[in-house]
């Protein structure tokens, strides 16, 4: 299939292509390029988180029945018609969470340190920050050899706290959930433009061979830059180096993406249109579309790891549409008064309805025998059940997707207490191929998640 | 020039230089020799006696052991010999009802220990070690503006920045992950391309949304002409001379079938004139206007540069600005968007360039670029006398030596190998698009150059490890212009520098001052005062409209205003800094007079007032800072005595247990309580009380101020505001200018502060115990001028942290 760059009107573009690449809230006809062509039939396994922030009102989240038969809770109902796809898994903790003798008081801090790492984040302020590697990225090591890019990090309304961002703990852990190592926090980007230039890169054009030149100058510039690293490092101290080679490292990756677009430069396009400059005005519009850029992201493979922060810890966004003016972190600090309670059921109910959003336009996208939803692994949940006490105990989990054949849904599984979070994370590397020792505190692999 | 093999340790050579060094180190080692050790072990004995019941390696209650440490060798324990000094100043231990010494051993001892900790540091200073400093976003703008003279949307290209110590420039949280090398390079060659005008720049939509809160009923800006109602003034970028759309889009309200006329002008020049809406039969533009779609175009030719469009309605009535006061709209919200109902715009687009060249030369014979004077220093095509028979090449290297010194902020001579692979990048360009395109290409590889994107320091050979030594005149340069400007020296600070003239004090003094004097400046307003002040959240609080239906974005953005305006008064006043909390005047356009009630200030141009209302003077009666300490629904006592002790004291509280939750909202069904009685419920435990008796009553002095700066005699539930408070030293005051008062007796404690945050924002690292010492020194030093601003900068700027750094261990 061919497209031209004349002006075709965006929807008969669209439409003629035969697949849902229509970006709804995506406005502005520039086109870029992306890898549609090579849609092998092969059932590639995507992996996937959305987090939300302050845990959930659990007596309004969890089902009431276990198994296959269960009734959606409040907050879940909007998921429901997902039912199939979908595994609420209850009781699961997330130990590494946990205040230890002589940690600071903020808890918030420690709890994205620790959801996808399963590690105690260092409680610091200052540069020695440390976590573990996510599980996003080990999942990467493995998937993302086959992609352009490793893993994808995105979220929304990064904090602006004016201060630190929780006591005793460095903004670090705040502000991303994903680390290469634990020391490299990955930072989640929250521009839909800046997210879709890394997806499709910032050439306007779909012309191969411009593609191909850039890349060449790109690789020239990364030469350069590599010559110039190891001429600066000979005088430097060991900190100053290491940052620099962070610095290289990120060289490699870029030319690692090279190599691998080179080898695929004449693949087939769609159409996909680029997001304008700024930030969406409102917070619905702003998840949506980077909803739809996730499902651009699988739907061309340029990745197979996203993860997604809808909105941080401690965020103070309100939601007036809602009728809840109140800032969603003080909020989140109940006190059990049925008022509040009630407030933050809206606004869980609300995220809900937004990932089904998400859920929605995978099941539209056609991936290899059915649809995007049938591929991936996609976790949705807090590192945290009652946001009054930040209890780490009893996590609001649920599992989306068809895993590409390995998850069952539709069940409610309660596991017994003290169960790992980190163990779900083991199962799931498991069915993704990437079979994996442990992940922070594991102790095995989940039962009834297949084989119910 | 001072080179590497004489930069050597210090101890001399800074102390030598500087005066303030001199001081501190003198009058330390002279008063040094006088305690004797009796006098250590008589305090020795008052610390066995009053802390170590809880402070000791059993307990460590706070964290803290003291039975080890020993006052005969403070110098062994400096950390927690700095933070017992910090309780005796302020005489917060032993916590109440525990026996405590008298006032006297207090003041004494604390003088005793502060001058021991100062004696020590003198002997052995360690000025830290801050780690490579990555450019921040804001730093990279800056630097790109001073090296093309090209303003750039740094936000659209570059990813945010976290912040550690309450400030985004802290070098340790400035780190690479791979995806930022991605956005350098796209950067490098977006900020290129714009630079030099290149001609293939694709076409590419910049929006421009306007907030639905932004209530458009009245001229919003100096930048739109007299006599305009609403619409949005914007500073954009052309990046070629050529044709471009811009689209305006209306908003959907009510407003749609008013009879307007739509004024597009670009500097101040008028290029389309729109009528838009319902206009009645017969009328010239009934026929014209647009009605059905939302969005309207128009096509227009504009030269290169940034320039700016303003979009508005032209009122068809009389209007004189500043005379008389306009009538005020009657708001709804029945659309749930604000308060509109007057037509208005919801987004302006621009478009382009299209038909480049189609324009012809401009004035002067080519387009007109600031950026390309900035980079083109020589012209190989169009020589001057003087200049000709020099080659292409020899001019490139003028351009490329002259970008890269500036750029990498050193020296760079024409042969150095910086400029070899510069230039080979420009042959590669040359050939395949001509001499610009060479240029370009260099220019993109500078941009990504790890000696732009960081700023470098290095141990000098000759040093032992762990040694404090004296950084380089280059170097200095650097910290000094990166504190001052957020931004990269200037040729001539670069020059005196290359000439290792900055440790002559005089010359450095004389530097200081002609940067503070710099409009670069602002950004100790813009990035340092509006993180210190909280400024910045500003952009993210939302007062719930249904109690403030009052609050819009124009009075968000004249909140923010207002106190830029005033710290920047101040700085460039060379005031006190005590000054922010007591000067009788602010800034107010007529917005925001109306939400003070300050009468007879008219139109949208901020002015300075006097302040006759004792109880809004200062910095604690500014609406944002009043704002930004509140909840979306009420005041916050915690949260304001909380910002007094962290920002004024520099004290502040630690964060509250886990478990604690946050105040109920008061419960309608029952006898209002007051938010006073609330508060006083959950100080009733003495967990909580440890910390909220200090917090606390400094809140309440503010509570006549609501939650977005008002004044106001009666609380939400209709009960008189009692804004008297006791702090916990017995301090009895009523009000806000008694608030005042009480903070004036602790001013040193404020500067302190200032002096923290100042340095902390200096160095790009966080303030450790053993900076107390140059801290105090700089205090000293700045008292003698009354603490106005450019002795405390000055004094940051000679400190021994500043001026020195710490070799590797």
Redesign the interface.
Known sequence: MIITKKAIPRRMVLRGLGASVALPLL??M?PALTALGRTAAAAKPRWGVVYVPHGAVMNHWTPQQQGSGFEFSRILQPLAAFRDRLTVLSGLDHAPAA?LP?D????HGRITGAFLTGVHAKPT???DFEAGQSVDQIAARQLGQETELASL?IGIG?P??????D??F???YI?TLCW?TPT????M???P??VF??LFG?G??TDPAARRERME??R??LD??T???A??KT??????VS??D??L???R??ERRIRRAEADVDRELPLVERP???IP?SFEEHVKLMFDLQVVAYQADLTRVISFMMTPELT?Q?Y??LGV???HH?LS???N?P??LEKLTKIQTFHAGLFSYYLDRLRATPDGEGSLLDQVMILYGSGMSNS???NIQKLPIVLAGGGAGQLRGNQHIQYPDETPLTNLYLTLLSKMGVPTERVGDSTGELAHLTDL | MRDAPTRGMVGLLAVAVFPALVVAAHGSSERGQAPSDRDASAYQAVVEQYCVTCHNERLRTGNLALDGARLSRVADDADVWEKVLRKLETQTMPPPRRPRPDATTYTEFASWLEMKLDAAAAVDPNPGRPTLHRLNRFEYANAIRDLLALEIDSEALLPGDDMAYGFDNNADILTVAPGQLERYISAARKVSRLAIGDPSIEADVARYPLSSLLVQNERMSEELPFGSRGGTAISHHFPLDGEYVIRIQLQQNSGRRESQEIDVRIDGARVALLPVGRWPEGHENAERAETAGSSLTVRVPARAGTRMVSVSFAEHTMVTEGVGPRHLPVWTFATGRGFVERMALESVEIEGPYNPDSLGPGPDGESEKASRRRIFVCSPSRQPDQRLGRTEEACATEILTTLARRAFRRPVASGDIDIEVLLDFFRAGRAEGGFDRGIQRALENILVDPEFLFRLERDPPDVPPTTAYALSDIELASRLSFFLWSSGPDDELLEVAAEGRLSDPLVWEQQVRRLLADTRASSLVTSFAAQWLHLRRMRSVTPDVNAFPAFDDNLRDALVRETELFVESQIQGDRSVVDLLTADYTFVNERLARHYRIPRVYGSRFRRVTLDDPRRRGLLGHGSILTVTSLATRTSPVVRGKWVLENIFGTPPPPPPPDVPALPESNRDTTPQSLRERLELHRASPVCASCHVRMDPLGFGLQNFDAVGQWRERGDAGTVIDSSGVLPDGTAFDGPVELRQVLLTRRSEFVRTVTEKLLTYALGRGIEYYDRPAIRAIVRDAERDDYRWSSLILAVTRSMPFQMRRSEP
């Open positions: 406005d502005g520039v205040q002589g600071p008081a903020g808890g302020e200052g540069a990090e990064l602006d706290f004016g201060g630190a961002c006591a005793g460095s903004c670090a502000s290469s490299t926090p990955l930072p980007e929250s521009r433009r800046a230039e890394r910032d306007g054009s100058r790109d020239s510039i350069a830059v010559e110039k690293v001429r600066l005088d430097l101290g060991a900190r100053d940052k620099l962070d610095y490292s990120a060289v990756d870029v304008q400059g700024g005005a103070a309100t007036p549409e003016p109140d800032p003080a600090h109940h006190e008064n008022e509040s009054n006490l930040h």
